[in-house]
C-alpha cells in the first residue's frame, strides 16, 4: 500500500489514518512533535468523551475558542463551548460509551499554528433505544500557547442533501 492511500483502521476514543501529511514553516523535528503532540490531544480528548467526561473533554479548549458544533446554535463561543455542563448533558442522552474515531486524519502545522481535519465516526446507544452510526467532517484549529497547544476553532458537519428535504446525510462513510 503508497503512504498516500488511506485506511479506516480506527478503534473507539482514537485517532488513525495512513495518511498523514504535514506541511511546516519550520524544522522537520519541531514538525514532528508538534505533529505528535496535536495527535496525542485529540487521541485524550477522544477516549475522555468516549468515557463521557465533560470536564475533561473541554480542558483542550482555549478560553476564546469558537465552536461549530452539529448541534444548535450556530456557533459556541468562549465560555459557552467550554461549559462542562452543557457537554454532560450531551453525554446524557447516551447509554454507555460513545464510540469516537476519526479516519483519514491530516494535521498541518506552521509554528505556532495548526489544523486537524478529517471524518469523525460516532456510533453508540441512545437513551431513548436508538442506534446512532454517523460520520461527520471535523476541522479542528490549534494554537500553541504558552508551549501548549490549546483548540481554538473546532467545526463539525454533515454534508446536506441537495433535494429540497433540507436532511443531513449522516449515512454517508469515507
Known amino acids: 500500500m503508497d503512504a498516500g492511500t488511506p485506511t479506516s483502521e480506527s478503534v473507539a476514543g482514537s485517532v488513525t489514518s495512513s495518511r498523514n501529511e504535514t506541511v511546516s514553516c519550520h524544522n522537520d523535528e519541531e514538525t514532528r512533535m508538534s505533529n505528535e503532540a496535536i495527535r496525542k490531544l485529540l487521541e485524550q480528548r477522544a477516549r475522555l468523551i468516549a468515557d463521557k467526561n465533560a470536564e475533561g473533554a473541554v480542558r483542550f479548549y482555549a ?29 446524557d442522552t447516551w447509554q454507555g460509551p460513545i464510540g469516537m474515531t476519526f479516519d483519514q486524519l491530516d494535521i498541518r502545522v506552521s509554528a505556532d499554528l495548526a489544523f ?31 508551549g501548549e497547544w490549546r483548540i481554538v476553532h473546532e467545526h463539525q458537519s454533515f454534508p446536506t442533501r441537495m433535494d429540497g428535504s433540507g436532511k443531513s446525510a449522516s449515512d454517508l462513510k469515507p
Request: hydrophobic residues 40%.
Open 63 to 91: 478560553d476564546d475558542v469558537v465552536n461549530f458544533d452539529l448541534a444548535p446554535p450556530l456557533a459556541y463561543r468562549g465560555r459557552d463551548a467550554t461549559d462542562p455542563g452543557e457537554l454532560q448533558r450531551w453525554f
Open 116 to 146: 486537524a481535519f478529517g471524518f469523525l465516526h460516532m456510533t453508540g446507544r441512545r437513551t431513548d433505544g436508538s442506534v446512532t452510526d454517523a460520520w461527520a467532517r471535523v476541522t479542528v484549529g490549534l494554537e500553541r500557547r504558552s
